[in-house]
């Protein structure tokens, strides 16, 4: 009975893993269908400061101290318990019963109660998340574009988390009933902080009761944990993987600095200097984007990398006076552009023309002229998203390529050409004020 266990053991984590392996392989294809980026090489030390700062450390969640707290909690809790996850694998391939209780003594019985406090303030702060989202209603967590699947998708996950963190409680809790009852391998392990409040609701069952109450929460906990694994994929919490790289990735020049076209340079070299023009017949190079494939790939991470937490949109001036502008929303929108080509390139092996791209089909006009390029956005994403970025060389493309712009606008852009300034002035009439006040 017991080698039939740990086979069919070993057959669900292998399942589990190449299946997850499967969706991180389609994750990695739609991430490069995004052109190559000009990565700014050096300032690793800058670099990985973020990385421990804001990935590791959340360090922008705790500008608001509470919820800051709350959200430390539940990921300090899902990465630090998961440690245990380890332990039940080795387990569960060798037939053993905590595997590390023996060499590591008293410090074993110190971890699991350290394991235990984070579970129990993982299961107070997912409720207390899911009054936020469901009873309370907070605004940025109720917006229009969070209706459906991505309301769900983060009730799923807090959910998963509580029902996750009471099965390793309820294990822990039988464990100890039989320690007491100095049941088979059940060997005693120290107090159990946590589990060890409700353990008195289990001593006065017999032990085949307790062991099937143990094996069971056992099972359910690692089965729970692996489906999790093949949930992540589909779900915003992706971010918990790849904020780190998104972070290393980030910009590391001043906000506010724009990236110039090489295309736009090019062709003002060319005029002054047409010797300087390559020789032969040239394909025109593509200004701005219009669908995920103009993107770079950093961009499309970040779209990956977006928690929907609505932070970028509770900051935006352009939202916050009723504009259409929602730079979650343009997050999502390229997230679920790029997820649609790669179904796309599923089914056909090469993407076929659907007729549809991701700036007018996903993202309109409107929204993309009310951003006024504050940056707000990019300051306050807890993970260094840049929705400003994609905003830009969608209207790039907009003005560039379509020819799309309001008179207002078009009218700035010939002062800018002719008169080197937005507004309607001879350069050599820009002192005329001084003159006048003497």
Same mark, same amino acid.
Request: no cysteine.
């Given at each position: 009975?017991?080698?039939?266990?740990?086979?069919?053991?070993?057959?669900?984590?292998?399942?589990?893993?190449?299946?997850?392996?499967?969706?991180?392989?389609?994750?990695?294809?739609?991430?490069?269908?995004?052109?190559?980026?000009?990565?700014?090489?050096?300032?690793?030390?800058?670099?990985?400061?973020?990385?421990?700062?804001?990935?590791?450390?959340?360090?922008?969640?705790?500008?608001?101290?509470l919820v800051g707290f709350m959200h430390f909690i539940v990921y300090a809790g899902f990465i630090i318990i998961n440690i245990e996850i380890l332990?039940?694998?080795?387990?569960?391939?060798?037939?053993?019963?905590?595997?590390f209780a023996p060499t590591l003594g008293a410090v074993y019985g110190w971890l699991i109660n350290g394991f235990e406090i984070l579970a129990l303030g993982v299961i107070i702060t997912c409720a207390a998340f899911l009054y936020r989202r469901n009873v309370q209603k907070v605004d940025r967590l109720n917006m229009r574009e969070l209706e459906g699947w991505p309301r769900s998708d983060a009730n799923y996950i807090l959910i998963t988390e509580i029902v996750l963190m009471t099965l390793f409680l309820t294990m822990n809790a039988a464990d100890k009933a039989l320690q007491l009852q100095q049941y088979g391998h059940y060997h005693q392990t120290g107090n159990f902080f946590i589990s060890g409040i409700i353990t008195p609701l289990f001593t006065g069952l017999n032990p085949s009761t307790l062991v099937v109450i143990e094996r069971t929460a056992w099972w359910l906990h690692i089965i729970g944990v692996l489906a999790f694994l093949n949930y992540l994929p589909y779900s915003k919490h992706l971010h918990i993987v790849l904020a780190f790289p998104n972070t290393y990735y980030?910009?590391?020049?001043?906000?506010?600095?724009?990236?110039?076209?090489?295309?736009?340079q090019n062709e003002v070299l060319y005029s002054m200097q047409p010797e300087l023009a390559p020789q032969g017949e040239q394909s025109p190079g593509k200004f701005g984007a219009k669908d995920v494939p103009d993107l770079t790939w950093k961009n499309l991470l970040d779209a990956y990398s977006c928690t929907e937490c609505g932070r970028c949109t509770a900051a935006c001036p352009a939202n916050i006076t009723g504009?259409?502008?929602? %730079?979650? $929303?343009?997050?999502? *929108?390229? &997230? /679920?552009?790029?997820?649609?080509?790669?179904?796309?390139?599923?089914?056909?092996?090469?993407f076929k023309d659907d007729g549809k791209t991701l700036l007018h089909d996903y993202i309109t006009e409107e929204e993309l002229r009310a951003c006024t390029t504050c940056q707000a956005c990019v300051e306050d994403c807890?993970?260094?998203?840049?929705?400003?970025?994609?905003?830009?060389?969608?209207?790039?493309?907009?003005i560039m390529e379509e020819s799309h712009a309001p008179q207002?606008?078009?009218?700035?852009?010939?002062?800018?050409?002719?008169?080197?300034? %937005?507004? $309607?002035?001879?350069? *050599?009439? &820009? /002192?005329?004020?001084?003159?006048?006040?003497s």
């Open positions: 009975m017991q080698i039939i266990q740990q086979i069919l053991f070993v057959v669900l984590v292998v399942i589990a893993i190449l299946l997850f392996s499967r969706q991180v392989k389609n994750i990695r294809r739609n991430i490069l269908l995004g052109r190559d980026t000009n990565f700014e090489k050096g300032n690793e030390a800058e670099r990985w400061k973020r990385v421990l700062l804001l990935a590791l450390g959340q360090k922008k969640m705790f500008k608001y101290p332990e039940i694998i080795l387990d569960g391939i060798f037939g053993t019963h905590r595997l980030s910009a590391v020049t001043p906000m506010g600095k724009f990236i110039n076209m090489p295309e736009i504009k259409k502008l929602n %730079p979650r $929303k343009i997050m999502m *929108d390229t &997230r /679920d552009r790029m997820e649609e080509m790669g179904k796309n390139i599923n089914a056909n092996g090469d807890p993970v260094s998203i840049s929705p400003l970025d994609i905003i830009v060389q969608l209207r790039r493309h907009l207002e606008w078009n009218g700035m852009f010939s002062n800018v050409e002719n008169n080197y300034a %937005p507004w $309607k002035l001879s350069p *050599d009439d &820009r /002192d005329k004020w001084a003159t006048e006040m």
